[in-house]
């Protein structure tokens, strides 16, 4: 019997591979000259340089737009966002149509706008910002008053997707106050603090009043404050300070009612609530009020949406479906498990891994495990059919690594910085290494549980005033890991541009507070500084040559979508638990238009004073394996960065287990340190699982590789 012949779409798709293929080997791509690319742009160090797009850049557009639904996984720093903003540009010259949105993180926001500036001519960038109300005035105005003849894109961060995606009622604040209004909500909020100090004054007496009397004399007070004065009589030995109190009481509280009540309803006035549709809806209206109109969606670190149940994933998918165009962004579409790349590609293609559990059974070796309550749940313990993955996704993904394509790029040089434990860290760190092994021990011990106990290990490598005792109060102590983080800053690399990173907020304001004590100049990204102005503030200052600022402090809210190649070194404080986020921090900058020959990537490992290894080494191990699966998918990643090691798994198992062999089991566990007890990671109550409603069906997207006719450009 003949065999089966392969349908009409597979021989379509193995001629657009092979189109692809050629495309990707070329190495002299030429492309018609495009109106929106300007041909210079100044620099941060003030000098003129020419634009023009790489070879490895030119294939990556030519992907772009042979296939309306593709996933660019390109290494950081190799210019990514001109890449997209060049295809956006030849699209327009074939489909004017086309009506781009750019969804990003809070600190690529801004720096979007910024790259569309520098390098775009006659593209206008509107940028989502602020409060709800103007952020609705900027979708009205962009969607609902949609002008073909003019070239804007919407750029918008995913919190915007996650809250504004449905219909919502918002505070309007656009109109003027009338005359005198701003006296009067002035008056009545003064009027309102009076009150609020006059009920706790008269709660004082009461207190006084009341506080030990006679079961008649409370329940008749309860009753009066419940249901007001009048109609039952005064209990026995209930006299006039009795009254007076009470009254004082009712009076003080009705008091305070009638000032809430006058403040609400001038802020009523001031910003009345006003019902706005969802992101969905402007789009959907501007689609049906020009017929020709199609969305092109851009998803810049999609990697964000890697959990596929998630709320974000949810709502980034509604507006991928209304689009007819779909890129994807990211330099880490693995970040720990091959389920994210499955995720991405349901936002990008959903009909190319259509269910889960085909999924799992293709691609992932499973096994049932119990967890505490009884329960028994599948989980991924490998993978395997990883060439046939790889060929599946070919079509839709391209990702080339920074040594392959970009020559011109600084060398990255990896150094371990070991810093002996000082005593009192130590002494944190046994007890709280004690406590982890302990964990691993409890058969009840939930994953959470092990995390929390494995975190204040690192806290304790990294100083001690990142853990606090049982009241609350933080240890005091220097930190060998700050104490060299200065010594760096003041001889070896005095002068020149230092990025800083840690997990921990507390450790960045503990390098914050050091450095202010030597004036060293800096800048810092993290959640407390979470308006994105403020973060594009801090890059372009640090970014600035002559600013003086020579160090930026960043946690993982500043690991992506910012460029920062100015920058020479980069400490690690301590290491992400993430390979993915590893490659996006370093990204930061190993970047094209660095004028570095070599780069230092910082590990600051803390060592006991024995010489024995502590959680940083291990974690650094555990990335190494994880470094593993992603170049297997994904290509190889980071050359020069962390040094590949055999080994796999559990990370969090295997980093306690051999937390458990390198720790010498006659050390007895430190019961107090200093008269004072570490206070434990609280266990988190399991709360109740929510019943949820089943999904409506998922509207498939029909793909066209070649919807424009592209081969003139």
């Known amino acids: 019997m003949d065999a089966k012949k392969p349908s009409f779409r597979a021989y379509f798709l193995m001629d657009i591979l092979t189109q692809l293929r050629e495309i990707r080997a070329r190495e002299n791509i030429l492309l018609k000259p495009s109106p929106f690319l300007r041909s210079d742009y100044t620099d941060e160090y003030g000098e003129t340089k020419s634009v023009s797009l790489r070879n490895y850049q030119k294939a990556m557009v030519m992907n772009l737009l042979m296939m309306e639904r593709m996933l660019c996984g390109d290494d950081t720093g190799l210019g990514k966002t001109i890449m997209l903003l060049s295809t956006i540009g030849y699209v327009w ?266 999924f799992q059974n293709d691609y992932c070796v499973m096994k049932i495990q119990e967890i505490p309550g009884g329960r028994k749940v599948p989980i991924v313990v490998g993978y395997k059919n990883l060439d046939s993955f790889v060929a599946k996704i070919e079509p839709y993904y391209l990702s080339r690594k920074k040594y392959d394509v970009a020559k011109e790029l600084p060398e990255l040089i990896s150094v371990e910085c070991e810093c002996e434990l000082l005593e009192l860290q130590e002494e944190l760190y046994d007890m709280a290494e004690t406590g982890l092994l302990n964990k691993g021990d409890d058969p009840d011990s939930t994953s959470s549980d092990i995390l929390s106990s494995m975190t204040m290990c690192q806290q304790a490598a990294n100083s001690p005033r990142l853990i606090a005792d049982e009241g609350g109060v933080p240890f005091e102590g220097p930190s060998s890991k700050a104490d060299r983080l200065m010594e760096l800053l003041e001889e070896e690399a005095d002068g020149q541009k230092v990025i800083v990173f840690s997990r921990f907020k507390k450790m960045i304001n503990l390098v914050d507070s050091m450095l202010e004590e030597r004036k060293i100049k800096f800048v810092r990204i993290t959640g407390d500084e979470a308006d994105p102005k403020l973060r594009e503030k801090a890059k372009v200052q640090f970014q600035n040559m002559k600013s003086g600022v020579d160090v930026i402090l960043l946690t993982t809210a500043g690991a992506e979508s910012i460029n920062l190649q100015s920058a020479q070194h980069f400490v690690f404080l301590d290491l992400p638990w993430s390979w993915g986020d590893y490659v996006q921090l370093v990204g930061r900058m190993q970047r094209i238009g660095s004028s570095h020959n070599t780069i230092v990537a910082h590990h600051f490992l803390s060592r006991k004073r024995d010489g024995k290894k502590t959680i940083d080494h291990y974690v650094l191990k555990a990335l190494r394996s994880k470094k593993r699966l992603a170049d297997k998918v994904a290509g190889e990643s980071l050359k020069g960065g962390l040094v590949l090691m055999d080994g796999d798994g559990d990370s969090i198992r295997d980093v306690m287990e051999q937390m458990r062999t390198e720790r010498d089991p006659s050390v007895a566990p430190v019961a107090k340190i200093a008269g004072r007890v570490p206070a434990r990671p609280e266990k988190k109550e399991k709360k109740p699982a929510l019943k949820k409603a089943a999904p409506a069906p998922e509207e498939d997207v029909k793909i066209t590789p070649l919807g424009i006719d592209f081969s003139d450009i």
């Open 93 to 358: 010259m074939k489909e004017p149509e086309y009506v781009p949105i750019i969804v990003t993180t809070k600190s690529a926001l801004f720096q979007w706008a910024s790259e569309v500036e520098k390098f775009m001519q006659g593209m206008e960038a509107v940028t989502v910002s602020g409060q709800p109300f103007k952020r609705h005035a900027l979708y009205e105005g962009f969607f609902l008053n949609h002008d073909p003849s003019k070239k804007r894109l919407l750029i918008l961060t995913y919190d915007h997707v996650m809250y504004d995606m449905e219909e919502s009622v918002i505070k309007e604040k656009s109109r003027s106050p009338r005359k005198g209004f701003a006296g009067e909500l002035d008056a009545a909020r003064s009027e309102k603090k009076a009150a609020t100090a006059l009920l706790a004054a008269a709660k004082d007496v009461f207190q006084k009043q009341f506080g030990d009397r006679t079961f008649d004399v409370s329940h008749y007070v309860e009753e009066t404050l419940r249901e007001g004065p009048g109609g039952r009589s005064v209990p026995p030995g209930w006299g006039a300070e009795d009254t007076k109190a009470l009254a004082k009481l009712i009076f003080s509280k009705e008091r305070l009612a009638a000032a809430e009540e006058t403040v609400a309803r001038l802020n009523r006035e001031a910003a009345p609530p006003k019902k706005v549709p969802g992101l969905a809806d402007y789009v959907g209206s501007m689609l049906a009020s020009h017929p020709s109109a199609r969305v092109f969606l851009v998803m810049d670190e999609i990697h964000k949406l890697k959990n596929h149940k998630s709320q974000f994933h949810t709502k980034c998918a509604i507006l991928s479906r209304m689009s007819q165009r779909v890129v994807g962004m990211t330099a880490t579409p693995v970040k720990n498990r091959l389920m994210e790349f499955f995720a991405i590609f349901r936002i990008i293609f959903p009909s190319l891994f259509p269910m889960v559990s085909h």
